[in-house]
């Protein structure tokens, strides 16, 4: 069981609006910021959203985080054939001592 | 630029010590944090734990009494070694610079246990 829960799939057709949601407690998201990767098979993950909300440089601004309290969103927007994927999120939890993920999202484009 | 890139052992046998190295280029290692972490086939991934420029370690709770990170900034690189390997290992290992945020990730390393 994963510390930070996430659905196991989401899906959506081309063009169409996606959120994936990321939910912790006190100790982690509550008072950490929050980070999402997108992993394609076989390969190791990329950095998506950091801080919550920022984007490294490259990664398009159809992707944007929010938190808020001790959950996290990241939502693609004009979602494309590309973008199927698994999706992770990350923090820090002051409890463990250690960084937690979320079990991860399949994101399947019809 | 910023490059991992590791290397170790893939087959291990119940009971061994599996060892990986991850060679880091084009940056200092002041003023960061180096990471492994690692993904079972078909699941989902998990913080081994990490190492800082001053040589502090912080382990996932679950492994840290069979995990030891250590760093040799003469060599540029740090290490990986987890004591006891059981099948529960096998997975696909990645070093990264890091403390959650994980920019950098080297290209992977598979690792089985198999008797």
């Known amino acids: 069981q994963s510390v930070l829960t996430q659905p196991p799939s989401a899906s959506g057709t081309p063009g169409q609006r996606v959120t994936i949601s990321c939910s912790g407690s006190?100790?982690?998201?509550?008072?950490?910021?929050v980070h999402w990767y997108q992993q394609l098979p076989g390969t190791a993950p990329k950095l998506l959203i950091y801080?919550?909300?920022q984007r490294p440089s490259g990664v398009p601004d159809r992707f944007s985080g929010s938190k808020s309290g001790t959950s996290a969103s990241l939502a693609i927007s004009g979602l494309q054939s590309e973008d199927e994927a698994d999706y992770f999120c990350?923090?820090?939890?002051?409890?463990?001592?250690?960084?937690?993920f979320g079990g991860g999202t399949k994101l399947t484009v019809l | 630029q910023v490059q991992l890139d590791q290397w170790g052992a893939g087959l291990l046998k119940p009971s061994e010590t599996l060892s990986l190295t991850c060679a880091v280029s084009?940056?200092?290692?002041?003023?960061?944090?180096w990471a492994w972490i690692r993904q079972p086939p078909g699941k989902g991934l998990e913080w081994i734990g990490e190492?800082?420029?001053?040589?502090?370690?912080n382990y996932n709770p679950s492994l840290t009494s069979r995990v030891t990170i250590s760093l040799d900034t003469s060599k540029n690189h740090f290490s990986l070694n987890l004591d006891s390997v059981t099948a529960a290992d096998t997975a696909l290992y990645f070093c990264?610079?890091?403390?959650?945020?994980?920019?950098?990730w080297g290209q992977g390393s598979l690792v089985t246990v198999s008797s």
């Open positions: 990264a610079r890091g403390h959650g945020r994980f920019q950098f």
């Open positions: 084009g940056v200092s290692f002041t003023g960061y944090y």
């Open positions: 190492i800082n420029h001053s040589g502090y370690t």
């Open positions: 006190s100790s982690n998201i509550g008072k950490n910021t």
């Open positions: 801080t919550n909300t």
């Open positions: 990350a923090t820090w939890d002051d409890s463990l001592t250690a960084v937690v």
